[in-house]
């Protein structure tokens, strides 16, 4: 699905470089292709808007989960004010946005980090609407499909963020109870108190190709002294031949990948209760 007019924010005409390979992109042609660079294949990283506008039905989403605000336990320097600026830069309350939308004509709970606020990063308030979003799908029997595009826990809220991890894995088992299936969709990046929760633990794991995931980052690893790991060791196409992720979709596949997963997850999950009964 191409970006709806609202999340485009290209100007007509305008050309700009690929941030991987730096050749120059005809602006349209970039926007047509969904943010993947027609040359080297490298997929940008997307607004939740435009998220929304790739993989969902038209329209469809519906935002919810939309009081919540974080607060500044730690009165942590010039956390109020890099909030507040990461509000108006994004137009976003937080990193995160839930809701509920349409799939292909089938209703799913989803959440979608966005990079762009903050990194990505999990505070109490990310926290919070993933966990909403994933027990919403296990309350409504509907799939929870979440998008991960995270830095990691957000260190101005110290143990608060922490806290977000468990907090996030433990609603995952809300969805295993139900037999309702949770998606979790990998993207640019995917790394540290994200991935150790509740992005790794979902039904089925999938990524965009070339996607950055990982734990420690590469600086931190280095300063760790760790040595000799490989060039593409945070790769997804790393994880996938390791067994870490199921399967790496291109973005322009994203939408129909996911709709098969659901309604192939979904129709099982009915024959099991069906034996049950
Ligand atoms: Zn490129």
Redesign the pocket.
Known sequence: MPFGKASSGVAPGAFLP??????T?FAAEFEANLRV??????HHRLTWQQRVDVVFDEGSFVELDTDLRSGDPLHFPDYAEKHAQAMQRTKMRDSVVSGRATLMGMPVSTAISDFHFMGGSMGSVAGEKITRAIERGAHEGIPAIIFCASGGARMQEGLLSLMQMAKTTAAVEACRSAGVPYIAVFTDPTMAGVLASYASIADVIVSEPRALIGFAGARVSKQAQVSKVPDDFQTAEFLLSHGMLDKIIERKNLRTNLASLCRLLGGHLAAVEATRG
């Open positions: 690929c941030s991987n390979c730096r050749k992109i660079c027609p040359y080297c294949g490298h």
